[in-house]
Antibody
Framework: QVQLQESGPGLVKPSQTLSLTCTVS??????????WSWIRQSAGKGLEWIGR???????NYNPSLKSRVTISVDTSKNQFSLKLSSVTATDTAVYYC??????????????WGQGTLVTVSS | QSALTQPASVSGSPGQSITISCTGT?????????VSWYQQHPGKAPKLMIY???NRPSGVSNRFSGSKSGNTASLTISGLQAEDEADYYC??????????FGGGTKLTVL
C-alpha cells in the first residue's frame, strides 16, 4: 500500500526558508486521480492544511500562508516538496504529508506520513 | 477561514456510545458533504476514520459512524473500547477550494 515519508531539517532559523520533502512509496505519484498535501500541527493551532499539488504541478494553497508557500513535485523521484519562507516561531510544528482525494465525488486525506517536527529557533 | 468547532474533551465508559460534534458554517460543513474524521493516538499520525460525512474506509470498525445536520457534523463511536482513547479531528472542504480542520477532541475511556 502507499506510504509517505517526510524528510528535512528539524531546526530552521527565524526569517529563513523551511524546506521539506515527502517521498511516496508503494505507488506512483502520477497514477490515479490523487493530489498530494502538506498539513501541519502545532500545539497552539491544531491541524492546519497548507496546500496541495497534482502530478501535473497544479497547486492550491491556504490563503493564510499563500504568500510564503511553494509546493512542487518531482515525478521522476516520486516526491513532492514544501518550501515556507520567512519563518517565525509560530511556524514551529509537526509537518505531515498526505495523499489527498480532491474530486467532486470524494474528498479526504489518507494515508499520512509519520510527520516531522520542525522547530524555528536561532 | 476559521477552524471548525469541536468540544475539547468527551468521555465514556467501555461499552457505551459517545458523540463528538463539529460545527462550521454554510461555507464548509453545511455547504458540502465532504466532512472527514481522523483519529490520532499520541505521537502518531492522524488516521482516516470517516470520509464524505458517513463513509467508512476499508478496515475501520463499524462501531464508528458519521452524520451531518445543517452546519454540524457528528462522529459517533458505539461500544467504546480502551483502544478508542485518542484525539479526534474533523475536517471539511470549503467554498474557497481549501480544507479546514476542527480544534480536536480528546476522548477518554473511563
Amino acid at each position: 500500500q502507499v506510504q509517505l515519508q517526510e524528510s528535512g531539517p528539524g531546526l530552521v532559523k527565524p526569517s529563513q526558508t523551511l524546506s521539506l520533502t515527502c517521498t511516496v512509496s508503494g505507488g506512483s505519484i502520477s497514477s490515479g486521480s490523487y493530489y498530494w498535501s502538506w498539513i501541519r500541527q502545532s500545539a497552539g493551532k491544531g491541524l492546519e492544511w497548507i496546500g496541495r499539488i497534482y502530478s501535473s504541478g497544479s497547486t492550491n494553497y491556504n490563503p493564510s500562508l499563500k504568500s510564503r508557500v511553494t509546493i512542487s513535485v518531482d515525478t521522476s523521484k516520486n516526491q513532492f516538496s514544501l518550501k515556507l519562507s520567512s519563518v517565525t516561531a509560530t511556524d514551529t510544528a509537526v509537518y505531515y504529508c498526505a495523499r489527498t482525494s480532491d474530486s467532486s465525488s470524494s474528498r479526504w486525506f489518507d494515508p499520512w506520513g509519520q510527520g516531522t517536527l520542525v522547530t524555528v529557533s536561532s | 477561514q476559521s477552524a471548525l468547532t469541536q468540544p475539547a474533551s468527551v468521555s465514556g465508559s467501555p461499552g457505551q456510545s459517545i458523540t463528538i460534534s463539529c460545527t462550521g458554517t454554510s461555507g464548509d460543513v453545511g455547504g458540502y458533504n465532504y466532512v472527514s474524521w481522523y483519529q490520532q493516538h499520541p505521537g502518531k499520525a492522524p488516521k482516516l476514520m470517516i470520509y464524505d460525512v458517513s463513509n467508512r474506509p476499508s478496515g475501520v470498525s463499524n462501531r464508528f459512524s458519521g452524520s451531518k445536520s445543517g452546519n454540524t457534523a457528528s462522529l459517533t463511536i458505539s461500544g467504546l473500547q480502551a483502544e478508542d482513547e485518542a484525539d479526534y479531528y474533523c475536517s471539511s472542504y470549503t467554498s474557497t477550494s481549501t480544507w479546514v480542520f476542527g480544534g480536536g477532541t480528546k476522548l477518554t475511556v473511563l
